[in-house]
């Protein structure tokens, strides 16, 4: 079984930029396609990007689609989420997700997840 530890996130203005890393320990995470969800205030979690166990494919939401980068280092068991031009509607508890199974499989949810940064983008 893999852990997830999430860190990078915090307070930014509308238009910065922030880069959250996901560090997992347990298991090597080549073994798992990895992902980022993403839950704000009063609404339900939503996929923000995945990225597939080898790093070649990646996914993400429309809403990011452009402003944020998903990649993977396996050698350092981490992963991370570039985010620039934030804007307020991203204002979020970003989770690290991670799932054995294919990535085009896990869109909807992974098995594995991390307690979860607050991103705050003030406008």
């Known amino acids: 079984q893999v852990q997830l530890v999430e860190s990078g996130g915090g307070l930014v203005q509308a238009g910065g930029s922030l880069r959250l890393s996901c560090a997992a320990s347990?298991?090597?995470?080549?073994?798992?396609?990895m992902g980022w969800f993403r839950q704000a205030p009063g609404k339900e979690r939503e996929f923000v990007a995945g990225?597939?166990?080898?790093?070649?494919?990646?996914g993400y939401a429309d809403s990011v689609k452009g402003r944020f980068t998903i990649s993977r280092v396996n050698a350092k068991n981490t992963m991370y989420l570039q985010m620039s031009s934030l804007k307020p509607e991203d204002t979020a508890v970003y989770y690290c997700?991670?799932?054995?199974?294919?990535?085009?499989?896990?869109?909807?949810?992974?098995?594995?997840w991390g307690k979860g940064t607050l991103v705050t983008v003030s406008s």
């Open positions: 997700t991670a799932d054995a199974r294919p990535l085009t499989q896990t869109y909807n949810g992974m098995t594995y």
């Open positions: 347990g298991r090597a995470i080549s073994n798992y396609a």
């Open positions: 990225i597939s166990r080898n790093g070649i494919s990646t």
